[in-house]
């Protein structure tokens, strides 16, 4: 968009860029600073328009885009112009990603680059390596307190290790996603030990001041993140002397972005890690980038604003990367993260659907369906050119964030279905082979998370230590059917390191002084390679698993109706025990697949009447794309077995 005072502005800045910067071939840099200026100066004078120093910052933050330019490479910036070309292709169902820690799959990140064998074994196309930036040791929150942004831990490898992996999984159509802690800094960062030596440059990076006056009025909203291991949010500094806002860890200093250098360092960092072959950057804790007095300082509309401008600046410099929204907030908050008041992604193009993860679990301690469907029919559409993260779990623990208003319309009392289901993943409910550990308890309201690794949660530890083969075969269907649901769902599926082999809980945490007061480290195993060779022996556990979830993939990368397009439609079944929903090629009339999921220990039925007027499912014969079996019939009765599910399809 043309507009008078920000190209005068751009005309200026052009011509106060340095004599070794102008003199490069900027053509496609010109290009597109031209296309996204009008939104970036925007953007940057609502947040920043009434400081002083307004041009002399604006004038900055370009030098960092060209610099970043112009330290591009040829092989990255033809990727840029491929993925312009082909903008959606981040849609397409061919794209399923792992996380894993570098140390805990393959000792360091060379290793990971010799099992890559292993990941395009079983599909894994899209690989997420977990923190790797530099943290003091003792206070690395799981690599989530970083001390240097442009160097990598020297336990997991070296910056040059990070670009032979890059370079490794290019080779093999893989991409790379890597994390950058947005939010705060370690206390033993460079910019913090300024800001305690007196600096006031460094001092105005965070949120610091000498008496508790300000920190108190911030306390009176803010919520605890950590109440069991880090109340409050402040944290005094005796060699600063100042009150310094530590929102998740005393030793994590929160960034203040009220600070326009702030914003611009972290851009430089974020396109560095572009240059170094990050194809997806994973943006941590983002909801709390904008604190703001008698608020919760979470979810601010400010963060939107910073998030839209790194967005627009990155699209500048490096357009073939995307950002993964890290906000595990609330389904009305999280749609935001992909922009608000927009019909494309302005923000982030990719957000973790935290949302279908909890339903699911609810619906396994459950065994019914009510407040899955309920959450997803509540869950808004995402935006165009947009995409979920659909996982079971991750690194972190699972929270029961469901919207208390769903819970109520599935026929239960907040309160007490969260007491129940804490209790059931636990193991304190008599039904229950589950073997989940609390996270986070407030002992002022009884609420936790839980932690635990996937097949513990589910059961199979417990059901092996009992040897009760039943039970075993339950637990190994219960996880293909959640994997089911996450390859199907719309979005990319995100599978975590050793659930394709069943890896249980991990108690070795509790030898360390570092990790043992934090449950999490229970589901962060290092994986077992021998578990691991027994996906070759038939009949194991380790086996259905592996070459279940593979063929899984296998069927999604040729099943068109299974990109995302907003082309889902939840399915009423009037049976609280499936969860059923279309998925539609936007691109083939009459392409459906009908996914269906039973969560129930027993049979199940869905007829086919209930599809309305997808005359195909109730005339067709039908097949399972996942087996290649045809599914029971009984008149217009779909008969689907104990924890099973289908991916049907009557264009046999």
């Keep these: 968009m043309y507009e008078q005072v920000s190209h005068s502005l751009l005309n200026q800045i052009l011509d106060n860029l340095k004599p070794e910067?102008?003199?490069?071939?900027?053509?496609?840099?010109?290009?597109?600073?031209?296309?996204?200026?009008?939104?970036?100066?925007?953007?940057?004078?609502?947040?920043?328009?009434?400081?002083?120093?307004?041009?002399?910052?604006?004038?900055?933050?370009?030098?960092?885009?060209?610099?970043?330019?112009?330290?591009?490479?040829?092989?990255?910036?033809?990727?840029?112009?491929?993925?312009?070309?082909?903008?959606?292709?981040?849609?397409?169902?061919?794209?399923?990603?792992?996380a894993l820690y570098a140390n805990a799959f393959a000792d360091d990140?060379?290793?990971?680059?010799?099992?890559?064998?292993?990941?395009?074994?079983?599909?894994?196309?899209?690989?997420?390596?977990?923190?790797?930036?530099?943290?003091?040791?003792?206070?690395?929150?799981?690599?989530?307190?970083?001390?240097?942004?442009?160097?990598?831990?020297?336990?997991v490898g070296s910056l040059q290790d990070v670009n032979d992996l890059s370079a490794k999984l290019r080779a093999r159509d893989m991409l790379l996603i890597?994390?950058?802690?947005?939010?705060?800094?370690?206390?033993?960062?460079?910019?913090a030990n300024r800001a305690r030596d007196g600096d006031p440059v460094y001092q105005d990076y965070f949120y610091a001041f000498p008496s508790r006056d300000i920190p108190d009025m911030f306390e009176e909203t803010m919520p605890e993140v950590f109440p069991e291991t880090s109340p409050g949010n402040f944290t005094w500094d005796e060699r600063m002397g100042r009150w310094v806002m530590t929102v998740f860890n005393d030793y994590q200093w929160d960034l203040n972005y009220g600070n326009p250098a702030v914003l611009i360092e972290m851009l430089d960092i974020l396109l560095f890690w572009a240059n170094q072959g990050a194809d997806i950057l994973r943006l941590d804790a983002v909801a709390f980038l904008w604190k703001k007095i008698g608020t919760v300082c979470q979810n601010e509309h400010e963060a939107h604003l910073i998030l839209q401008l790194l967005k627009d600046c990155c699209q500048v410099t490096a357009p073939g990367v995307l950002f993964i929204a890290?906000?595990?907030?609330?389904?009305?908050?999280?749609?935001?993260?992909?922009?608000?008041?927009?019909?494309?992604?302005?923000?982030?193009?990719?957000?973790?659907?935290?949302?279908?993860?909890?339903?699911?679990?609810?619906?396994?301690?459950?065994?019914?369906?009510?407040?899955?469907?309920?959450?997803?029919?509540?869950?808004?559409?995402?935006?165009?050119?947009?995409?979920?993260?659909?996982?079971?779990?991750?690194?972190?623990?699972?929270?029961?964030?469901?919207?208390?208003?769903?819970?109520?319309?599935?026929?239960?009392?907040?309160?007490?279905?969260?007491?129940?289901?804490?209790?059931?993943?636990?193991?304190?409910?008599?039904?229950?082979?589950?073997?989940?550990?609390?996270?986070?308890?407030?002992?002022?309201?009884?609420?936790?998370?839980?932690?635990?690794?996937?097949?513990?949660?589910?059961?199979?530890?417990?059901?092996?230590?009992?040897?009760?083969?039943?039970?075993?075969?339950?637990?190994?269907?219960?996880?293909?059917?959640?994997?089911?649901?996450?390859?199907?769902?719309?979005?990319?599926?995100?599978?975590y390191y050793g659930d394709e082999i069943g890896m249980l809980n991990d108690f070795s945490f509790m030898e360390d002084e570092e990790k043992v007061h934090d449950t999490r480290w229970i589901h962060r195993p290092v994986i077992d390679w021998n578990k691991a060779e027994r996906r070759h022996q038939h009949g194991t556990p380790e086996q259905q698993l592996f070459e279940g979830i593979a063929r899984m993939i296998s069927v999604r990368k040729n099943t068109a109706a299974f990109a995302d397009f907003n082309n889902r439609e939840l399915i009423a079944t009037n049976n609280p025990h499936l969860f059923a929903f279309m998925r539609s090629n936007t691109f083939e009339l009459g392409d459906h697949v009908l996914v269906v999921a039973n969560f129930d220990a027993s049979p199940q039925s869905l007829s086919l009447s209930d599809l309305g007027n997808r005359g195909q499912f109730e005339l067709g014969r039908l097949r399972d794309l996942y087996s290649g079996e045809a599914p029971s019939l009984f008149k217009d009765q779909l008969v689907i077995p104990p924890f099973r599910f289908y991916w049907l399809t009557s264009n046999v």
């Excluded at 610099?67 to 312009?84: F, G, P």
């Excluded at 690989?127 to 990598?152: F, T, W």
Aim: glycine share 8%.
């Design 326 to 495: 890290e906000a595990i907030v609330a389904p009305v908050e999280i749609i935001k993260y992909f922009g608000e008041d927009a019909v494309i992604a302005k923000e982030c193009e990719i957000a973790y659907n935290a949302t279908f993860m909890a339903l699911l679990w609810d619906a396994v301690a459950t065994k019914n369906t009510k407040l899955l469907e309920q959450g997803i029919r509540s869950l808004p559409n995402k935006l165009d050119r947009a995409t979920w993260l659909n996982y079971i779990r991750c690194h972190d623990d699972i929270g029961l964030g469901f919207d208390d208003a769903d819970v109520v319309s599935a026929g239960y009392e907040p309160r007490s279905h969260r007491k129940f289901l804490l209790d059931y993943f636990t193991g304190k409910y008599d039904d229950s082979l589950s073997r989940g550990q609390p996270f986070g308890r407030d002992e002022k309201s009884g609420d936790a998370r839980i932690s635990g690794s996937l097949a513990s949660l589910v059961g199979l530890e417990a059901a092996l230590e009992r040897n009760d083969d039943k039970a075993i075969q339950d637990c190994v269907d219960l996880i293909l059917v959640l994997h089911g649901m996450i390859m199907s769902f719309g979005g990319i599926p995100l599978l």
């Design 21 to 98: 910067i102008r003199k490069k071939d900027l053509r496609h840099f010109y290009t597109r600073l031209g296309a996204n200026f009008y939104a970036i100066y925007s953007l940057f004078h609502r947040l920043y328009g009434k400081r002083d120093d307004f041009e002399m910052q604006i004038q900055r933050l370009a030098e960092v885009l060209a610099v970043n330019y112009i330290r591009r490479s040829k092989e990255l910036k033809m990727l840029d112009i491929e993925r312009e070309h082909d903008h959606n292709w981040f849609l397409s169902q061919e794209w399923v990603g792992m």
């Design 109 to 155: 990140l060379e290793g990971v680059g010799k099992r890559l064998g292993y990941l395009q074994e079983l599909g894994v196309n899209m690989l997420h390596v977990m923190p790797i930036l530099k943290c003091p040791p003792g206070a690395s929150d799981g690599g989530y307190a970083v001390s240097d942004y442009r160097n990598v831990d020297e336990r």
């Design 178 to 191: 890597l994390d950058v802690v947005v939010n705060h800094v370690s206390d033993q960062h460079e910019w």
